[in-house]
């Protein structure tokens, strides 16, 4: 693990048992502001930026997540939910509804954590400071061993075993996007992000 990775696992969970600290844990990983942020090779390197930049989307959160659930010795595998940006239950301004025709399929990410002896799904993609605009499914009051709902609408779950194989499938699916997708999902991922902002003040 990264050096300020784990600084910063061992000062979370300093001072709280087990079962605590996983709660801990995800609060502190969920609430860090949600933004479509570019990708990065390295995910671990990507959480790093995460926790200078306090800014990320659900691929950083997760993997981070998942590293610091497995230094609790929880097993933990991953799930992609691919989902369409304009088939979510968002009331988006016009400027932004306009852009999700043209975008492709996004595969949102999450985490299935082994805890009492099942496996639950562990989503940490909406900060609770977008809570007031009632918008997203965000997940609150997590008692550490209960099933949370996926922040996307979508009808598929596909788990892979291990980060490597999450990272592989959805960088065979991203290399699919043709110049015309990609260049409508910049546009998209910075009017989003200021609108995110604007809910938040």
Not at 89 to 102: A, R, S
Request: aromatic share 14%.
């Amino acid at each position: 693990m990264k050096e300020v990775l784990k600084l910063k696992f061992n000062e979370l969970i300093r001072d709280f048992n087990p079962a605590e600290a996983r709660i801990v844990i995800f609060e502190h990983i969920r609430d860090i502001p949600y933004y479509l942020v570019p990708q990065v090779a390295d995910p671990y390197e990507w959480a790093v930026q995460m926790l200078y930049t306090q800014k990320a989307s659900c691929s950083p959160k997760h993997y981070l997540l998942g590293l610091y659930f497995e230094e609790l010795g929880i097993p933990v595998k991953y799930a992609t939910y691919p989902f369409k940006w304009d088939k979510q239950k968002m009331e988006y301004p016009d400027e932004i509804k306009n852009l999700t025709h043209g975008l492709p399929i996004a595969y949102h990410v999450a985490c299935k954590a082994h805890i009492n002896s099942k496996w639950i799904t562990i989503d940490a993609t909406w900060d609770v400071a977008l809570n007031k605009c009632g918008l997203f499914k965000i997940n609150t009051n997590w008692d550490g061993e209960s099933e949370m709902v996926v922040a996307v609408d979508t009808g598929e779950e596909i788990v892979h075993e291990t980060l490597k194989d999450r990272l592989a499938f959805v960088n065979e699916k991203r290399n699919l996007y043709t110049d015309q997708e990609k260049t409508a999902y910049a546009e998209f991922i910075n009017k989003f992000n200021a609108w995110l902002e604007r809910l938040r003040r």
